[in-house]
């Protein structure tokens, strides 16, 4: 669902959280397929924030 809602411009803001682990091909995608033919098709933000949450770190993308 998240990946559709990306593709389809609906999505203003994400916020990601990142842990200092290498999970490799065992970890889970962050999104589904966006079925994207070229590069310059996938949806652009720009970084608005990024500060340490914990022992994470936690990213704030706007489109």
Known sequence: MAAGL????LVDELVVFHAGLALGAEGRAMLGPLELGRLAEAPRLRLAEMRAVGGDAMSRWVR
């Open 6 to 9: 990306l593709k389809a411009g």
